[in-house]
């Protein structure tokens, strides 16, 4: 029975997961290791020339890394995966792949803040430029490409503002411009959207939001669509050239369809160095094992604070894209039918003052700067995540001086509502 | 039969049975597929004879080089085609030459060719295309988890260690 005959609760407990061949443990162990002993000089060979599949330090691979990323892979419907030490450096290793100085690539202004920092600030000392475009308008996507573009980066469901993306359509932009779509599925989860059905050729998460859901321990991830043909023009020299430091190998002509994840891996995760710890990749295979019942409470639990916030009389306005007021409505019902994700934002009549005041009055929400936690959080962008920005960019990213974004955890939802409710006052 | 899909059961069936592999288009350079493909076989305990006319008579990899199918002394379980689609015509018909007759015509990642595809089968050959055994023993054995790949099993059953009793070696559990 192949992988593609099981549900994805099946997948969720037991991909990439087989008992531990030396010990028969059932639980996958956390392998905290640094280094792995060679069987002899010429399997230390083959392992540096990449002629082997095995291990050599933990901050190329290590087993239980390779168990979350045989996982993930299998859940989003992918080649290979490569885990990372957070969301920011699965990221990085993306662009590391995919850029030389002086090329560019398009991401959506509707992001996550940080991103939209690293990309505008980090990524500068690298030479890659970024080209914002807008979400919901495709032709501006569309016109942003240039013969530098190497890439198209968005959200699947954008952070903070419960904004879905057309993922179809942009993906028709990336296709006709010959370069990869790489979508950020964290907020949705692969329970809740799969973008490799949409077009999508490359996908990234913070591990350390619904995937992990307990909000313990950091990790990233890049899953490979294995559906990029990278050697057709010479434009992704990191994969279809000769590399020197591998004995001038050809990574795409070598490995194929999980080229760019070999890649991320053997040259990203050598020579950058973010691998992620062992004992935080078991803490997030802990918590993926029940990925999709945590999710169908989030969204149950989502649905009902957003309808009752959009009740209230002291609430201007509430984005979220399972509400039938949202001009997302649509999009949502097409990528996330099972609901549109935890994360959403709401207005308050009362500005920024308002909005302090909510945050400081919770008694069960958690005034953090995380989503995707069991539990429910509640933070202000405008003073916290996206002070960095300018208030034009707080604006067109979603997150004004009156908005406050909350991310609702699976506690008793008539608990979270009580909780706003006396803090809204 | 349909050869865009092909079960585990299928593979492994092939790479269980098989003992020798004529590797054609086998290459001395040591970052080439073909090259970490020989090797790798080499290792799981295949005995691979190599096929490439520019090196007949010469060893590679410690095997002796022959230019052609017919020209090696013995009987091969399985031809694995490393060259073009249109190249594997040619060499399905002279394998199918030989006897005894190979069990397995196996054509590399991107090689297709239905026409000669039908002919082994025709001859009762089991045929393999667009594939590569070193990837395909990788995810049956599980190694292929070890780079962040995505297996197609799942399994109650403890991963087996290759006979050779490497410690980084695994093999495919026994049938």
Request: charged share 20%; proline share 5%.
């Amino acid at each position: 029975m192949s992988e593609q005959d099981y549900g994805f609760d099946t997948l969720a407990i037991h991909a990439g997961a087989q008992p531990d061949p030396a010990t028969g443990a059932r639980a996958t162990p956390i392998y905290q290791t640094t280094a792995y002993v060679f069987d002899d000089a010429d399997h230390a060979a083959d392992l540096f020339a990449l002629r082997s599949f095995g291990n050599i330090y933990t901050r190329i691979m290590n087993p239980t890394q390779a168990v979350l990323e045989s996982k993930v892979a299998a859940l989003e419907g992918g080649t290979a995966a490569v885990a990372t030490a957070s969301g920011h450096a699965a990221q990085l290793l993306v662009f590391h792949a995919l850029l030389n100085p002086g090329d560019e690539f398009i991401a959506t202004r509707q992001l996550y803040g940080g991103s939209i920092n690293q990309f505008n600030h980090s990524f500068k000392s690298f030479g890659w430029k970024v080209a914002w475009a807008d979400a919901d308008d495709v032709s501006s996507i569309a016109a942003a490409v240039t013969d530098k573009t190497k890439a198209i980066f968005i959200e699947s469901i954008a952070n903070p503002g419960g904004r879905v993306n057309d993922i179809e359509a942009i993906s028709e932009v990336a296709k006709k411009a010959g370069i990869p779509l790489i979508v950020d599925n964290t907020l949705a989860t692969p329970w809740l959207c799969k973008p490799f059905d949409h077009g999508a050729n490359i996908i990234t998460h913070s591990l350390t939001k619904f995937i992990a859901g307990h909000g313990n321990s950091m990790g990233g991830i890049i899953v490979d669509g294995g559906n990029f043909d990278w050697g057709k023009d010479g434009k992704y020299p990191m994969l279809s050239e000769p590399n020197s430091s591998y004995n001038d190998i050809k990574l795409y002509e070598t490995f194929g369809n999980i080229a760019f994840a070999i890649t991320c891996r053997v040259l990203g995760l050598r020579d950058l160095g973010p691998a992620i710890s062992p004992t935080n990749a078991f803490n997030i295979l802990t918590g993926m094992e029940t990925l999709s019942l945590r999710m169908e409470r989030h969204c149950e639990n989502t649905q009902k604070v957003a309808e009752w916030l959009e009740a209230n009389d002291k609430v201007e306005y509430v984005n979220y894209a399972g509400l039938k007021s949202s001009p997302y409505y649509d999009l949502a019902q097409k990528y996330t039918p099972r609901g549109p994700g935890a994360v959403f934002t709401f207005g308050l009549k009362g500005g920024y003052e308002a909005g302090v005041k909510v945050v400081s009055g919770v008694n069960l929400l958690s005034h953090l700067a995380n989503v995707g936690d069991t539990r429910s959080l509640i933070i202000h962008p405008a003073s916290t995540t996206h002070s960095q920005l300018t208030p034009e960019q707080q604006s067109k990213a979603g997150a004004g001086p009156e908005l406050v974004r909350l991310s609702i955890g699976i506690e008793n939802v008539d608990d979270i509502i009580a909780d706003l409710d006396q803090a809204i006052g | 039969m349909d050869h865009t899909t092909y079960s585990n059961a299928y593979i492994s069936d092939i790479l269980q049975s098989v003992k020798t592999i004529a590797l054609v288009g086998a290459s001395a350079k040591e970052v080439r597929p073909s090259y970490f493909v020989m090797k790798y076989l080499l290792d799981k305990g295949y005995k691979v004879i190599p096929i490439n006319p520019g090196m007949a008579g010469k060893e590679l990899l410690g095997q002796m080089v022959y230019a052609s199918l017919s020209d090696v002394p013995e009987p091969i379980d399985m031809v694995d085609i490393f060259r073009n689609s249109d190249a594997a015509g040619p060499i399905t018909d002279e394998a199918l030459t030989l006897d005894p007759l190979p069990k397995v015509i196996w054509m590399q990642l991107s090689v297709h060719n239905e026409e000669a595809a039908a002919k082994a089968e025709k001859a009762g050959l089991k045929v393999v295309m667009d594939r590569c055994p070193k990837m395909e023993y990788g995810k049956l054995s599980g190694e292929w988890a070890r780079v962040g790949g995505s297996t197609g099993n799942i399994s109650s059953k403890k991963q087996s260690m290759h006979e050779s009793g490497k410690m980084q070696s695994l093999g495919l559990a026994p049938k």
